[in-house]
């Protein structure tokens, strides 16, 4: 859940970009090492996460989170 949240602030809070991208960075070997670790249990949690108008897919909030932040999740 984390993932889309993120993801959706930053889509729709544009000035909300500046501080994320720098929590990001702050956190980005954590953010790394639960990817490494964790990522086919994040898709399945993702995938059940129930939202009313909004479906982006797990790998397209990945792509924006290390995008903003400038980091790979990989």
Not at 11 to 29: D, G, H, T
Request: glycine fraction near 2%; hydrophobic fraction near 45%; aromatic fraction near 6%.
């Amino acid at each position: 859940r984390d993932l889309f949240d993120l993801a959706l602030v930053l889509e729709r809070e544009v000035s909300s970009i500046p501080f994320l991208r720098q929590l990001i960075q702050a956190k980005q070997e954590a953010l790394l090492a639960r990817f490494q670790t964790r990522e086919s249990s994040l898709r399945e949690d993702f995938e059940a996460i129930d939202v009313l108008d909004c479906r982006p897919t797990f790998d397209a909030c990945r792509k924006l989170v290390e995008e903003v932040g400038g980091i790979l999740l990989r």
